[in-house]
Structures are given as C-alpha cells and as structure tokens.
C-alpha cells in the first residue's frame, strides 16, 4: 500500500470535504440501508444527559446531521459548529444562523477558544480523519470544562468487513498485492473503538464505550458502488502502486454485481459507536464526588 505522509493525509480530507456531496451520498446510504433504522445521531447524544444549558462545541459539523438534535436537547444553551472546510461552512451558514448558534472556520488541532469554555464537545467520525488526534485531543480537553464531556463517535475495525474482503479480492486480481490491509477495511489505525479508549485516557480520567452493531442491506449494486465512489478521495491514495481507481472499481462492480445476482442482495456488517471521555463529569461526577468528599468507594 502507498503510505500517506500527515501533509498528503491531510490534502485527501480537504478533497473528500471541500463540499458536502460525497459525504451527502453516504448519509444517505446509511439511512436507506440500514438495518434495523435508526436515528444515528439521536442514539449518538443519548449516550450523555443533557441539562438543557450547555454551551456545545460541534468539531467537523460537516452536514449539519447534528444541529437540530443539539438545539433539542439545549434549549437554553448555545452551539458552536466548526469545520476546517470552507465549503461545508458555506453550504451550513444559513441553516445555523436560523438556530441561533454560531458556525466557526477552524482546525481541531488549534482550537481557537479559551481554556474551560464548553460542556460539550462532539467529535463525530472526524478524529479518525486528522493526521494526529493526540494534538486535536489536548486542545479539546484543553477547551472543555473540567466536568465537561467528550463525545466522539467512529467506526470498529471490524466495520463492514464484506467490504474489506471484496477490496482485498480486487487488488489481487489486479497485482499479486499480498497485504492484509484493505482500501475501505474497518476504521483508520489513529482512531477507532477499539484503540479510542486507550487514546482518550491519555487526556481523560474516565472513557466508555458504547457499541451499535448494525447491517446494510443492499437489493442492487449502484448504492454499493455510489458509497465506494464517494470514498475516492480518502481511498485512492491507499491503492498500491500501478493500480488506477477506475480499474479497481471495474472489479469491484464486477463482484458486487455478481454477488447480488446470486444471492438476491448484499449484507455488509456494521460496527460503530461512541466514546464518552470526561475529567469528573457525566458518569464519574457521583464517584469524583465521593472521592472528594473522602468516602469509601
């Protein structure tokens, strides 16, 4: 596979979000195909309690899939939503103006907010995306108030296997590629479910994790192949060498049709959830309490 320096990590992100389409064409996909339904982002925010006042910190709002469940849950607080895509911002202004909260151009790597100034910080399906998360992660727990709360939501390593498989199957037809890592497999090493707890207790006292397994079902191939087109600019660097991304979803289309003609529709397994990280709130606030206070525990 072709490694990626942090620079051309971080030139493939800005590609794959200069605008909201492709992230668009996924939402999408996950909402109509997903087994059994459900509100993504409202079982997202239910893994925390909400006062009603929070002021909230939305990183990588993207899409704006999170504002009108936010401005439910804070009817008299604030939200912030940022994004490091001008583009996503552009295509959001309106729609967050309309809720009363404010929508910021910025790095989640060099937050520019006073220290303690949040409740709440989202970080949805983004961590994963920045060449360093530690950095981003210093600045979130730097931000956030010390009974504040992290929530972060992103993909198992395990997420959608079939995927990963068909991915593999297609590079070894196209070169004698023998690796056992796959364009599309599960989650980027940098941060998943698996290693996100471990990552977030270098910044944070507490951590859970709460899991929501999943399936797409897909009856033909063109969301399948839609979903993986939309993925290009993330992926296509991943590709070995020699190896053109139109030939590689030739073969992809090539399986995936033939599959769904034999078996009647294509089951892909998903795995995601959410992490809760905080210092001495949400769910450690009665034990920190206790501690304080000099009980026994």
């Known amino acids: 596979m072709t490694a990626e320096s942090p620079e051309a990590r971080r030139d493939s992100v800005r590609r794959a979000y200069a605008t909201d389409e492709k992230l668009e064409v996924r939402r999408r996909t996950h909402e109509q195909y997903?087994?059994?339904?459900?509100?993504?982002?409202?079982?997202?925010?239910?893994?925390?309690?909400?006062?009603?006042?929070?002021?909230?910190?939305?990183?990588?709002?993207?899409?704006?899939?999170?504002?009108?469940?936010?401005?439910?849950?804070?009817?008299a607080g604030q939200l912030v939503a940022g994004d490091l895509s001008l583009g996503m911002i552009r295509r959001q202004q309106a729609d967050i103006a309309s809720r009363g909260a404010l929508l910021v151009n910025l790095d989640a790597q060099a937050l520019p907010f006073p220290a303690a100034s949040f409740d709440v910080v989202l970080a949805n399906h983004v961590l994963y995306h920045l060449p360093d998360p530690e950095v981003a992660l210093s600045e979130i727990q730097r931000v956030l108030k010390p009974e504040g709360q992290l929530l972060a939501a992103t993909n198992s390593t395990h997420n959608m296997p079939e995927l990963g498989t068909l991915c593999r199957r297609a590079l070894l037809l196209l070169t004698d590629f023998s690796s056992d890592a796959g364009v599309l497999a599960g989650a980027p090493d940098n941060f998943s479910l698996e290693n996100g707890q471990r990552i977030l207790s270098r910044h944070?006292?507490?951590?859970?994790?709460?899991?929501?397994?999943?399936?797409?079902?897909?009856?033909?191939?063109?969301?399948?192949?839609?979903?993986l087109e939309s993925m290009r600019d993330l992926q296509e660097p991943s590709l070995p060498e020699g190896i053109a991304w139109d030939d590689f979803m030739g073969v992809m289309r090539e399986q995936v049709t033939r599959l769904i003609a034999h078996t009647g529709k294509m089951i892909v397994h998903k795995l995601s959830g959410a992490l809760v990280a905080t210092q001495e709130g949400g769910f450690i606030a009665e034990y920190v309490h206790l501690l304080r206070a000099g009980n026994p525990v």
């Open 34 to 75: 997903t087994v059994p339904r459900i509100d993504f982002a409202q079982w997202v925010l239910d893994c925390i309690a909400w006062r009603g006042d929070e002021r909230v910190l939305d990183l990588g709002a993207g899409t704006g899939s999170y504002f009108a469940p936010v401005r439910a849950r804070i009817p």
């Open 204 to 227: 944070f006292y507490a951590v859970a994790r709460y899991d929501l397994p999943s399936t797409l079902v897909f009856p033909e191939p063109e969301p399948v192949l839609a979903y």
